[in-house]
């Protein structure tokens, strides 16, 4: 059964009549009335009384009600298909305003205009009324935002991963010549196109440190203790096709404390540290790019990057246990496409989850890994690629250290096999570069942890063959396409 089967019947129209001039007729009629009622209910105005952001915040109600009923069909499609699905994620989503794209999405531009104009308005002031979603930079969250634009026209299956920032990384003005940086609060006046889903929330776990133990079965186990928790809250918005009813979804996290008020402490005076753990913790999902030429922003980077992705694949399997009982078929169900190296830690990640918490063996975990994962890199230079301290992933992520290591020593026994001898070739191919402060690798975690490796255009995709991973490249040439 398609989406639209599940959107309601077609507006009755009287024998005789034209049909598609009727139905724009009753589709404009309907919008006119659904705005001035959020105008009223919503905005609590007198549509007389109604300012432009007044209009936006009742143009997008109205629209999101539409959405909505699009959203909710196309779920239970994909539910009832049981279809295999993207999950994209993405560090970024540059996705711009959606008040316009979503009027000429679903032809409701030109009724827009006209209703904005019955009211002395023009349509381009009320849609300069919404705030550009602080949630990218550039090239890397605008192509992830047009993707998912085209797997939602495609109608193709599809969700967005990523964060719910607070603020972006800054708005710029320029004054006297001068470009003057400003903090980026983009929410300021809320967000009419997202829905909290408190029941979704998911617990993600840092610090502390792994013991061994042996099961019933006499396997040997390890368990991850002593952890700091934090709380990732998901916010849904929807991707709406151009002129299809599929309408897929964006879930964006963010973090919240498991306790936001330490009472004894505040009964104590020490008002900063009743509230200590909640401002420590939101900080992760406060800002796009914290900088991080401190340690302290070193950490609060990794921090962002294993907060969304333990989230996502957490989601992941919640939706993947809904339907099936056996992880071998995770691969047939879901595509995690890795959008650079950001969210790179997925695939030590997947393995945890799939060894520690779901108890496979390591090579059968490997081998869903492998065939569930796909990474596309955006940057050719070597100095640019992500690399974290082992000692920052020790303190932060133990058993993910834990498990990187026994990816890397695996990888690097099938690299000697291929070329016995060659020590040289073992340190360059090496996830774990060596030195005096040994490094993490995380283009080089991707790459051996995914099916497939792209770069964003044919020749970006011919370099990384033969300038940035030759020696992979070399490896597996059926791994790497465009």
């Not at 009549?17 to 105005?45: E, I, M, P």
């Not at 531009?109 to 949630?135: K, N, Q, S, T």
């Not at 992933?393 to 000697?416: G, K, T």
Request: net charge negative; aromatic share 10%; glycine share 6%.
């Amino acid at each position: 059964m398609t989406v639209a089967s599940r959107l309601e019947a077609p507006i009755p129209v009287p024998e005789g009549a034209a049909d598609s001039g009727l139905r724009q007729v009753k589709s404009d009629t309907d919008f006119r009335a659904a705005v001035a009622r959020h105008v009223r209910n919503t905005c609590a105005k007198e549509i007389r009384d109604a300012s432009p952001l007044d209009f936006y915040n009742a143009f997008a109600h109205t629209v999101r009600d539409r959405l909505v009923h699009r959203w909710l069909a196309t779920q239970r499609t994909h539910l009832e298909e049981d279809v295999k699905r993207v999950a994209y994620f993405s560090s970024e989503f540059l996705t711009g305003r959606s008040l316009g794209l979503c009027l000429m999405n679903m032809d409701l531009y030109d009724a827009a205009v006209v209703l904005a104009a019955d009211h002395g308005l023009d349509l381009g002031e009320i849609l300069e009324c919404e705030g550009d979603p602080g949630l990218g930079n550039g090239g890397l969250g605008r192509l992830a935002a047009c993707f998912m634009d085209s797997l939602a026209t495609l109608e193709l299956p599809a969700i967005g991963y990523g964060i719910r920032y607070d603020f972006g990384m800054f708005e710029q003005k320029i004054e006297g010549g001068r470009q003057l940086e400003q903090h980026d609060n983009w929410l300021r006046h809320g967000n009419a196109w997202e829905l909290p889903r408190h029941e979704d929330a998911q617990t993600v776990r840092f610090g502390g440190r792994v013991i061994f133990y042996h099961d019933r079965e006499g396997t040997l186990r390890a368990e991850w203790v002593d952890t700091r928790a934090v709380v990732g809250v998901p916010y849904d918005s929807f991707i709406v096709g151009h002129r299809t009813d599929t309408a897929n979804t964006l879930r964006l996290w963010s973090a919240r404390a498991t306790r936001d008020f330490d009472l004894q402490f505040f009964n104590e005076g020490d008002f900063r540290r009743a509230v200590e753990e909640k401002i420590d913790t939101e900080n992760i999902s406060k800002v796009l790019y914290p900088n991080d030429q401190s340690e302290e922003g070193k950490e609060l980077r990794l921090k962002q990057q294993y907060f969304f992705v333990a989230c996502s694949i957490a989601d992941i399997i919640r939706r993947f246990k809904q339907r099936h009982t056996s992880f071998e078929t995770l691969p047939d169900k879901f595509a995690i496409q890795l959008n650079d190296t950001h969210p790179s830690i997925a695939v030590a990640e997947l393995m945890r989850v799939l060894i520690d918490e779901e108890g496979l063996e390591w090579d059968a975990a490997w081998s869903i890994t492998e065939r569930t994962i796909a990474y596309t890199n955006h940057t050719l230079l070597p100095e640019a690629l992500e690399r974290w301290s082992v000692a920052l992933f020790e303190r932060l992520l133990p058993r993910h250290l834990q498990i990187i290591y026994e990816i890397n020593q695996r990888f690097l026994w099938q690299v000697q096999r291929r070329w016995p001898g060659d020590d040289a070739r073992l340190e360059r191919m090496s996830i774990v570069e060596e030195g005096a402060r040994k490094h993490v690798r995380m283009a080089h975690l991707a790459t051996v942890g995914s099916h497939s490796v792209n770069g964003v255009a044919q020749l970006h995709s011919d370099l990384i063959k033969s300038d940035l991973l030759p020696e992979f490249y070399e490896l597996w040439p059926e791994r790497f396409n465009n």
